[in-house]
């Protein structure tokens, strides 16, 4: 059931992408509403993560869960009947919220529910769901859209997400235990109160603020350049927040964020390396699409079908690596990052091939399959291996502080490596320009390389009892 959330809120990142032409002819939607589209999503669901996964370490997280679950259903169907782009992007800012309710919450009971092999194995099938929905959520779009017509098609990428929240709502009270919606986790002093007061809503105040000004340039920069004087204020934000969350502590409060915890270099490890991962390989599939559509002329149900195999064996690849990961650690993601990195070089050489000798550009559903394996076998073995050493009172905002620098990493990579390939265009071609954002992705997948063998290396030289 949880899974089942999770991948219907990450389903929705993606599968909105194909839908945009019809939404633009449908609603006489202008450039800047569809950017909204796109972003205003990403930006709520970016900025109440943290907040949203300490509520749910200190209130119980089976009741956000479901709170988050009703928004996000309900703001589907608000975007599925949208008369006009505002209301879609309205909409869209409230599913934003919903989603970022609700993931922390599924990774927090992971953790507390799962140990040992069972938490990999969990963590697992948590990486299948990631790598499915990024590569599924286009082909799904595309099929609505051409079984709806332009009219109807790009609401029902919304509408179906009804019927499941409503089933997830309805096994949610049925299933999850009654403490987990209604027993808070008590504060120092032993009261509810106590623990409520370290919801600390100045700096979730002071974070959210952060996040939203770190993200916001990213996303609207093409038609507001002068939205990158936010980034200087996002991290003076961020330095802000840090000073506030020490101060917090050392009144005696519990901060939203136990900044201790990145003095577990296993977390931290782990964090970056996930942060450098997503920076990297999430702006694959938009790359792919852009080059297959406006390179090849490939509709973009044909475009979609490029990541099938590559979704199949990320399921199977996470299943595969949850399972192991105890036993193999860290060893497992480093062999993930080199397969990613066979991945790009491969469809580096059908693209080349491809332009000067002929060969057939269906050739990349075998090279992109390098990158779904190496989906399963970097997220879910990583996410499991990052909070293995986390206290159980800060899962879930320490799982929401990794998700927020994946939704950073997400956007301040396909912002930067769409500007390496259009930057190429004009003085080249379409193969040329793909195989140049490929070679930028190339490198930010080698960065988080050598922090995984760095990570590595400090297990092995811990003491037995710290390693993985």
């Not at 399959?369 to 499991?384: D, E, K």
Request: glycine share 12%.
């Amino acid at each position: 059931m949880l899974l089942a959330t999770i991948f219907m809120s990450l389903i929705d990142v993606s599968i909105v992408n194909v839908a945009i032409p019809s939404i633009q002819n449908s609603l006489g939607a202008t450039q800047s509403d569809i950017q909204w589209v796109l972003s205003g999503y990403a930006l709520t669901f970016g900025v109440v993560l943290v907040a949203a996964g300490r509520a749910g370490d200190l209130m119980g997280r089976g009741g956000l869960f479901l709170v988050g679950v009703a928004l996000f259903t309900l703001s589907s169907i608000a975007a599925g009947l949208a008369p006009d782009p505002d209301w879609l992007n309205t909409a869209r800012f409230v599913q934003g919220v919903g989603s970022g309710l609700l993931n922390p919450q599924g990774l927090g009971m992971i953790q507390q529910y799962f140990r040992g092999t069972e938490r990999g194995r969990a963590f697992g099938y948590f990486g299948t769901v990631v790598g499915f929905s990024v590569a599924v959520g286009p082909v799904l779009g595309g099929l609505l859209i051409q079984l709806g017509g332009v009219d109807i098609g790009w609401r029902l990428t919304f509408l179906v997400n009804v019927p499941i929240g409503i089933a997830i709502l309805i096994l949610g009270f049925k299933w999850f235990p009654r403490p987990l919606m209604h027993n808070p986790t008590p504060g120092p002093s032993g009261s509810a109160t106590a623990g409520l007061r370290s919801l600390d809503p100045v700096g979730s105040l002071l974070l959210g603020l952060a996040v939203l000004a770190v993200l916001f340039p990213f996303v609207e920069s093409r038609s507001a350049p002068l939205t990158w004087l936010l980034l200087p204020l996002g991290l003076a934000l961020t330095w802000l927040w840090v000073r506030w969350e020490r101060r917090y502590a050392r009144l005696g409060h519990r901060p939203m964020v136990d900044l201790s915890v990145f003095s577990i270099r296993s977390f931290s490890n782990g964090a970056l390396i996930m942060a450098l991962y997503f920076l990297g390989m999430t702006s694959i599939w938009v790359v792919v699409t852009l080059y297959l559509q406006a390179g090849m002329g490939m509709t973009a149900l044909q475009a979609s079908l490029f990541g099938i195999p590559s979704a199949l064996l990320s399921a199977y690849a996470a299943d595969w690596a949850g399972r192991r990961v105890m036993r193999y650690g860290r060893r497992i993601v480093i062999g993930g990052l080199l397969m990613a990195l066979l991945g790009l070089a491969s469809s580096v050489a059908v693209i080349y091939l491809a332009q000067h000798y002929g060969i057939s550009v269906w050739w990349l559903m075998l090279s992109l399959s390098f990158i779904g394996l190496a989906q399963g076998s970097v997220i879910s073995p990583n996410q499991a291996l990052t909070l293995m050493d986390v206290p159980l009172e800060y899962a879930g905002s320490s799982g929401a502080i990794m998700q927020t620098g994946q939704r950073i990493g997400t956007s301040v990579g396909i912002a930067m490596i769409t500007a390496v390939l259009f930057a190429t265009l004009p003085v080249s071609s379409w193969p040329t320009a793909t195989m140049t954002g490929f070679g930028g992705i190339g490198l930010v997948v080698l960065l988080s390389l050598a922090m995984a063998v760095k990570d590595q290396r400090d297990r092995q030289s811990a003491p037995k009892s710290n390693t993985a």
